[in-house]
């Protein structure tokens, strides 16, 4: 019986994608999956008798048994290893989710300020549609890129710069504004590494 697509990622996972006879990654060498004890042997499609192996080394062990049987620390240790990985993954997507709220809180917050200028009314949540819910994802955008101390100080010299206008406008002098600043500082920045290499 031949090993299904999920199982030979599952043990490849496992295995970290790395041959395990030589060492060799799925960057350097076609990987497969090899039964640890063939099944010409009577060796079953189990992930305990299987493991990742290089194509070089597979074509090289053949059906030959294994010198050494399967050692269960090594699937203990393992199984530990992925459990570890799968608990890290859990709080990366947490940390994710959280950044993603306070941005949305923040934006929201900015959306409020900018609409204070302007007589909007206030937002309770996102904008679903309109020009403001296309300058909230932009906010959401410059945010990734600035501080919202910063925005708020560009959205209030756009506005006592541009005393007329469309909305668009506004936001559009906005980010031009903090590009700009972004600039300034990367140059900066260059400059001073240019002056400690030199």
């Known amino acids: 019986m031949a090993v299904s697509k999920t199982l030979r990622y599952a043990v490849m996972e496992r295995d970290g994608f790395t041959c395990q006879y030589c060492g060799v990654s799925a960057l350097a060498a076609e990987?497969?999956?090899?039964?640890?004890?063939?099944?010409s042997c009577g060796g079953q499609d189990t992930p305990e008798n299987l493991l990742t192996a290089c194509k070089?080394?597979?074509?090289?062990?053949?059906?030959?048994l294994p010198r050494k049987p399967l050692d269960n620390r090594d699937l203990s240790?393992?199984?530990v290893e992925?459990?570890?990985r799968a608990a890290l993954l859990a709080r990366i997507r947490a940390a994710g989710r959280a950044i993603g709220e306070d941005?949305?809180?923040?934006?929201?917050?900015?959306?409020?300020?900018?609409?204070?200028?302007?007589?909007?009314?206030?937002?309770?949540?996102?904008?679903?549609h309109g020009e403001r819910a296309v300058w909230f994802a932009c906010l959401r955008r410059l945010l990734t890129l600035h501080t919202a101390d910063e925005i708020e100080e560009a959205i209030l010299l756009a506005h006592f710069r541009l005393k007329t206008g469309e909305?668009?406008?506004?936001?559009?002098?906005?980010?031009g504004i903090l590009r700009r600043k972004r600039i300034e500082i990367e140059r900066e920045e260059a400059a001073r590494e240019k002056a400690q290499a030199g």
Request: proline fraction near 3%; charge should be negative; hydrophobic fraction near 35%.
């Open 31 to 39: 990987l497969q999956v090899d039964h640890v004890m063939p099944v």
């Open 82 to 84: 992925l459990e570890e």
């Open 77 to 79: 240790r393992q199984a």
């Open 56 to 64: 070089e080394c597979n074509a090289g062990k053949s059906s030959s």
């Open 103 to 128: 941005l949305h809180g923040e934006a929201l917050d900015l959306l409020n300020f900018w609409g204070s200028l302007h007589s909007w009314a206030i937002e309770r949540e996102k904008p679903r």
């Open 167 to 175: 909305h668009e406008d506004y936001a559009k002098y906005t980010q």
